[in-house]
Every structure is written in C-alpha cells, then in structure tokens.
C-alpha cells in the first residue's frame, strides 16, 4: 500500500528536521498534502500512528493544507528543543 511509503517518508524527514533544530519532542507537524497524492488524513494518521510509535514524535498533532498537486510536504514542525 503507497500510504504506509509516503508515510514514512514523512517520518524519516520529520526526524531530519527534528534534529537539524534540536527538537527531542516533536509535538506539531504542519502538512502539506496533495490532492493527487490519494491519501486522505484520516489515513495519514493511522499510518504515523504505528510508524512513530516510540519515537520522538509519537505524539504529535497534525495540521494539514490541501495542495493541487501530488506532493506531500513537511512545512513546519514544533517541539520542545535541548
């Protein structure tokens, strides 16, 4: 299933961005999620919820904005840093 690998995706560069800043708890993701990517939010969530489990981010909201094309970014993250 494509969302379980666009998912992690987005974990692997959320704990990218988390350690560029120093953020040991991430505890907001901003989204952005494109429409012809196919993958909805509510699936999203599912997806990180298991993927991140134990990790950093394990508990973290989401805000997401809709994009025209198939892209799925990672615009911002906040956390608590070192």
Not at 11 to 33: D, F, H, P, R, Y
Not at 44 to 61: D, Q, S, Y
Request: positive net charge.
């Amino acid at each position: 299933m494509h969302e379980w690998g666009l998912t992690a995706d987005v974990v692997e560069e959320v704990k990218k961005q988390a350690s560029q800043n120093k953020i040991v708890k991430v505890t907001k993701i901003a989204i952005g999620l494109g429409k012809k990517a196919n993958l909805s939010p509510t699936v999203f969530r599912t997806c990180f919820k298991v993927l991140a489990k134990g990790t950093i981010m394990e508990k973290a909201r989401f805000s997401f904005t809709k994009r025209p094309d198939h892209i799925i970014t990672v615009n911002t993250i906040e956390g608590n840093q070192q």
